[in-house]
């Protein structure tokens, strides 16, 4: 089993910035894929980011590219999403996940643990 805790989410004006973390435990973090996931009301839950468990790979939906920076410290445990430039649009609750396999992808149903999510509210 895989415990996650995102934190960082709140409100921000248009053009501002936010950091997301995401603190794991019960498994070696090192060997687990970890993505961003972004749900807004009546909408299916959608892939932000990913990153493969060395680092080696990363994935960002087409919507965040050159804005949002995926990273992760194995020595912390912890996977960030550094957001910058941010619109109306990313309003949403972000949602950490992790797979086991360690190898990233784009597919909901890929990743077998998921914290509870943290709002990011982005005001216009």
């Known amino acids: 089993q895989v415990q996650l805790v995102e934190s960082g989410g709140g409100l921000v004006h248009a053009g501002g910035s936010l950091t997301l973390s995401c603190v794991a435990s019960?498994?070696?973090?090192?060997?687990?894929?970890m993505g961003w996931f972004r749900q807004v009301p009546g909408k299916e839950r959608d892939i932000v980011a990913a990153v493969s468990w060395g680092s080696t790979s990363t994935y960002y939906t087409d919507s965040v590219k050159g804005r949002f920076t995926i990273s992760r410290d194995n020595a912390e445990n912890t996977v960030y999403l550094q957001m910058n430039s941010l619109k109306p649009e990313d309003t949403a609750v972000y949602y950490c996940a992790a797979r086991a396999s360690g190898y990233n992808s784009a597919w909901t149903r890929e990743y077998d643990y998921w914290g509870q999510g943290t709002q990011v509210t982005v005001s216009s």
């Open positions: 019960g498994r070696t973090f090192s060997r687990l894929a």
